[in-house]
């Protein structure tokens, strides 16, 4: 009776930063302007992979979806974060909370099956040069991008369905930015066990095997480039992949650090690292986004080379 008494949550608000009002402005400046940077950045590497014939590879194909889903990803999230710095009272629907969870975590699990697919295909280029052709037609390298996104998107909607199945009839205070499922998830006045199995399996499933999968490939990568005789030949062969390397540290070095690093027992710590954690959690979903299309413009000359040509068409162009 006293549950049924409570009353049904219909919308979520979001605590973000309100109780350090001064810092909401600072950071509604600096994550707008790494918004318009992952939207000027991946949009034009997106341009240059399509329009570039020099760039119609399986490498740059998934570097075109990698761009297309780290538009999705801030898209599905900051519009709502840069609002909440500006909005007293930030709230968010119950629907529209499922809808966020759900794009946030297919985009995620995309991302970890997409990386993997990017690390085979540089295995298979520089392993098996001769098969490459073959191997990576676009018979192949098409309908495993797509794997992707619907692998992503399947898991997103086992997790999603999970979470809003729950009855939350109590506090409806989100202590982050976003609907994160897992702040969500302490907001249910029922048993958790099962979604908690269920992300267990999926984190096994969309981390470890995606992680482990890159680092088989990139050990035959390695001896591979070792047993080539010139240096020359081995600088070559490396740059081709260093640049995915770069993105695939960086992608799950935080993550590891964001999930591995110690909780603080002392009440005082705790509030303040409950904040650090809410702001790692933030950046993270918008420096990863910006830094992928800087890497491979830095990292990859085919890239680097097809914006320099873009970039004097416009100019020309005027």
Not at 123 to 138: D, E, G, T, W
Request: net charge positive; hydrophobic share 50%.
């Amino acid at each position: 009776m006293e549950v049924a008494n409570q009353s049904i949550v219909v919308e979520f608000v979001l605590f973000g930063l309100s109780d350090q009002p001064r810092l909401e402005k600072t950071f509604f400046v600096l994550i707008l302007l790494m918004y318009l940077v992952i939207l000027l950045g991946n949009g034009v590497l997106i341009l240059v992979t399509v329009s570039d014939s020099h760039l119609h590879m399986p490498m740059y194909f998934f570097l075109g979806n990698l761009s297309f889903l780290d538009i999705c990803y801030t898209t599905s999230s900051i519009p709502l974060v840069l609002d909440g710095f500006l909005t007293p009272r930030k709230t968010i629907s119950f629907s529209g909370c499922a809808v966020q969870m759900f794009l946030s975590f297919a985009m995620g699990a995309t991302e970890c099956v997409l990386l993997g697919m990017m690390a085979f295909d540089r295995y298979v280029a520089i392993c098996n040069p001769l098969r490459y052709p073959v191997v990576m037609s676009k018979a192949a390298y098409v309908p495993m991008a797509a794997s992707s996104w619907v692998a992503g998107g399947a898991n997103s909607l086992v997790q999603t369905s999970l979470a809003v199945q729950l009855p939350f009839c109590g506090d409806n205070i989100i202590n982050h930015f976003t609907c994160e499922i897992l702040a969500v998830l302490k907001l249910a006045c029922a048993d958790i066990s099962i979604n908690v199995i269920s992300m267990g399996v999926a984190n096994v499933i969309f981390l470890g095997v995606p992680v482990l999968f890159i680092f088989v490939s990139y050990i035959c990568i390695l001896t591979t480039i070792l047993r080539i005789p010139s240096a020359e030949g081995r600088r070559k062969a490396f740059s081709t992949c260093s640049a995915h390397l770069t993105v695939v540290v960086i992608f799950y070095g935080t993550i590891l650090f964001m999930y591995a690093k110690p909780k603080s027992k002392d009440p005082l710590g705790a509030d303040k690292q409950d904040v650090s954690d809410k702001l790692i959690s933030l950046f993270y979903g918008v420096l990863i986004p910006m830094l992928n299309p800087i890497i491979y413009n830095l990292r990859n000359k085919d890239v680097k080379a097809a914006v320099r040509n873009l970039v004097f068409q416009k100019r020309f162009a005027f």
